[in-house]
């Protein structure tokens, strides 16, 4: 990986100031954003730094945000792949987030694999492939960075990133056991028997853009193809989630992985 532009999350946040009132009495500033905080019950203090990277899939240069812990890595990390609208608005929507897991030892990647394709309509097998290969190869860089075990590397991906990390986890090349899937659907059709592979789904009550049926019909072509699925729905309706929703799957997205990793290696 090439590291660029280094950001810590100390000076990512901006204070915001507020105009006086109309009688010109001044206001009282309110207090800057911490930054890394989601708005989450369970947040815990901020203990990590972001930086912008590049790392290189198919011979074309990757844009990614990378999480570090700034104690000892986990010895998991989490590659996290976007939505349909694309790295810019999504890191925005899922920085805090990201944030949070390093802070709490994951090491974190969050690839702009838009960069290796734009969607294209008329090359939808080559678009799929190039965004599966950059999920893979980011989670290669990521399997390579010290304290990681590369079994505990996961892919993670919401609506149109979970097709990309269905797609991933399942490529008959793929190293990957572990995957959750935020509003995904579609299906697969390569088989993982015998790769020990899990994936956690998870669905709203009814989204518009990806219905219940498809995340269903998604979990039972991975059943076939050989993985363990575990569904869970969602207290929320619609695909666009609020914040108490993202502060649920990011829970449940630990809790899958930690289930996993002491199913691994045994209780910490």
Request: glycine share 10%; aromatic share 8%.
């Amino acid at each position: 990986m090439r590291r660029g532009a280094f950001f810590t999350v100390a000076v990512a946040g901006a204070a915001v100031l507020l105009s006086g009132a109309s009688s010109g009495a001044a206001q009282t500033p309110p207090s800057p954003p911490q930054v890394g905080i989601s708005g989450c019950t369970d947040d815990v203090p901020v203990r990590a730094t972001r930086e912008l990277i590049s790392f290189e899939s198919r011979g074309r240069d990757i844009r990614a945000y990378l999480y570090t812990p700034r104690g000892e890595v986990n010895g998991a990390a989490i590659v996290l792949l976007h939505g349909g609208t694309g790295f810019e608005m999504n890191s925005i929507l899922f920085d805090a987030h990201a944030i949070q897991l390093a802070s709490r030892g994951y090491l974190v990647m969050l690839p702009a694999y838009f960069d290796a394709a734009s969607p294209d309509q008329g090359r939808p097998t080559v678009t799929r492939r190039l965004w599966r290969q950059v999920a893979l190869d980011a989670a290669a860089a990521l399997a390579a960075e010290p304290g990681v075990k590369p079994a505990e590397v996961a892919l993670w991906g919401y609506s149109r990133g979970a097709f990309v990390a269905a797609d991933a986890v399942t490529d008959p090349n793929s190293p990957i056991r572990s995957a959750v899937l935020a509003a995904g659907g579609g299906e697969v059709t390569e088989s993982v028997a015998g790769r020990d592979v899990s994936v956690l789904l998870l669905h709203a009550e009814r989204d518009e853009a990806v219905p219940v049926r498809s995340t269903r019909r998604l979990a039972e072509t991975l059943r076939e193809a050989g993985a363990a699925v575990d569904v869970q729905p969602l207290d929320f309706i619609g695909h666009q989630y609020d914040l108490r929703t993202w502060c649920d799957v990011f829970a449940r997205t630990r809790t899958f992985l930690e289930g996993r990793a002491e199913a691994d290696n045994g209780p910490a």
